[in-house]
């Protein structure tokens, strides 16, 4: 027992002598339930919405007024082509379209079924099934409100005005709200994400773990050279995986490429440039191989896996969670990608996250060189 209460103690001493590991022990559990109980968030918080009203009446506008009026709905703007829907939804700007045919309210007080297309965003398996439920009964529940006060203006019961109003729901990109449909464009990014910064994060400490960093100290080749000649075969590889990982979705799961081919390439290097040149950072700043590996893995499995929108999203998370998403190339990149695999969209509707992920990589790209040094 001596013995035993002996090497306890030591390393006791030795743990309360390493304050980053104490830290980590006792910081790293609560950080991450923090981080889980604010950011995994299945809830349907907000359904902005917009309104193709063609009837454009009395009651057609109270049917709208007693919608926005749901906790949760944002009526954004009215139009008058239900065509806009594929706009507003390439944007991300409006989860639900709400169409309101003429004659709507005509057939309302005569007695007929008044339709009223729902028209969903189904890029987002997961929250479109839940929106299409919730707009469906928000607006039979509005129809109802109508229908009981037609009733008492005319001094007739309300079963003679029924059935009121009739909600067709209509989901676009993925009619048959399949998961795999929601998760491969994003998994091609956590996936590139986790691959790319894992391949560069031993690069810099491989060589001097080796003995070799010395011919590379010696060498005429620039800081600058040395990081950027560095990156390219890795660049090379990783864009190859992008065409793989393409093609097996396809193969495998259905997933077709709607949008240019080559925008998705073009904006995947730029991508996996961000994601190589912070495993490079990494290898620059940590002295073992084995602390730059899990340094690489924990900076980018967690944020990507719970951050970056790909299964949960990122206007539910608190606004300090979104501020960090935002500062994620990945987060800009699995939008992007899901617009052009599953919207067919271009450069004029991506343009905003792609100009972001470009200064993202470029700061991370300049921070390696920065942190690269060739002396001993």
Sequence with gaps: ??????????????????????????VLPVGLLLLYGYAVNFDLEEVPFAVVDL?????????????????GF???????????????????AAMAVIVVDRGFEQKLKSGQEAPVQVIIDGSNSSLASTAATYCQATVEQAGRRLIRDEA???????????????????????????????????LIGVILMLMAALLTSGVVVREK???????????????????????????????????FVVVAGRIFF???????????????????GSALALGL??????PTQQL????????????????????????????????????????HYIAMMRAIILKGVGMDIIWRPFLAMCAITLVLVVASVRRFSKTL
Excluded at 55 to 62: A, V
């Design 1 to 26: 027992m001596r013995r035993l209460l002996a090497v306890a103690r030591k390393e006791t001493l030795h743990l309360l002598r390493d304050p980053r590991s104490l830290a980590a022990a006792l």
């Design 55 to 71: 009837d454009d009446t009395k009651s057609s506008r109270r049917l709208i007024e007693a919608v926005d009026s749901v906790h």
């Design 74 to 92: 944002i009526l954004l703007d009215h139009y008058y082509d239900a065509d806009i829907a594929h706009e507003l939804f390439a944007r991300d």
């Design 152 to 186: 008492l203006s005319k001094g007739i019961p309300i079963s003679l005005l029924e059935p009121a109003i009739d909600v067709r729901p209509r989901v676009l990109y993925n009619p048959d709200l399949k998961t795999q449909v929601f998760l491969v464009p994003g």
């Design 209 to 243: 773990e080796r003995g070799s960093f010395e011919l590379l100290a010696a060498s005429p080749v620039s800081p600058r050279e040395l990081i950027v000649g560095k990156l390219l075969p890795y660049l090379v590889l990783a864009t190859l995986d992008v065409v």
């Design 254 to 272: 259905g997933v077709e490429l709607q949008g240019s081919p080559l925008l998705l390439l073009g904006v995947s290097v730029v991508f996996v």
């Design 281 to 286: 950072l990494f290898s620059c700043i940590m």
């Design 292 to 331: 730059a590996m899990l340094l690489s893995f924990l900076a980018t499995a967690m944020p990507t896996m719970l951050l970056s929108g790909f299964a949960f999203p990122v206007r539910n998370m608190p606004w300090i969670l979104q501020q960090v998403a935002m500062i994620l190339p990945a987060t």
